[in-house]
């Protein structure tokens, strides 16, 4: 584990980590409370690249450069509305803090050995698939025979 500045972070195994982390956007949080409250009591409202309980998951590096390209389109829609300065300045911080967690990761990648990389990377593919078919519930429909129906 590392953190979002690519520091070991370490837990001491993977099922403590479970235990104590909860899933957010692009990665898990280790925040105390957070933690406890099921993800639901983020004191900085899931501005996650900015905070030290961060743990990004390099699975999530395309949906991170998604992320960056609808920032930057919020920002020029932003810079259009007149928007006030806080407003682009906390949309500029989060382009700054997602881009530096992004190079971050895939610096931490490209040190490692070709075949731990390419376990990760395949990994990370798999996880992306089982992702895309994570709630999408089908209804619990039957067949109903209608009368005069000649099937």
């Known amino acids: 584990m590392v953190d979002r500045n690519g520091r070991p972070a370490p837990m001491s195994s993977a099922t403590a980590y479970e235990a104590r982390s909860v899933a957010v956007p692009?990665?898990?949080?280790?925040?105390?409370?957070?933690?406890?409250?099921g993800g639901k009591s983020c004191a900085l409202?899931?501005?996650c690249a900015g905070c030290g309980f961060y743990r990004p998951d390099p699975s999530y590096l395309p949906a991170i450069e998604e992320h960056l390209h609808a920032l930057r389109?919020?920002?020029?829609?932003?810079?259009?509305?007149?928007?006030?300065?806080?407003?682009?300045?906390?949309l500029a911080d989060q382009i700054n803090a997602f881009?530096?967690?992004?190079?971050t990761m895939r610096n931490r990648l490209e040190e490692l050995p070709?075949?731990?990389r390419?376990?990760?990377?395949?990994?990370?593919?798999?996880?992306?698939?089982a992702r895309l078919s994570e709630g999408r519930t089908l209804l619990p429909l039957s067949v109903v025979q209608r009368r005069g129906d000649a099937r």
Do not use: H, W, Y
Not at 26 to 37: I, L, R
């Open 26 to 37: 692009f990665g898990n949080c280790t925040e105390p409370s957070n933690v406890k409250a």
């Open 45 to 47: 409202r899931f501005q």
């Open 73 to 90: 389109s919020d920002r020029e829609t932003a810079q259009a509305m007149d928007a006030a300065p806080f407003v682009l300045r906390n």
């Open 99 to 103: 881009t530096d967690v992004a190079d």
């Open 114 to 116: 070709v075949d731990q």
């Open 118 to 129: 390419a376990e990760i990377e395949e990994a990370g593919k798999i996880l992306r698939k």
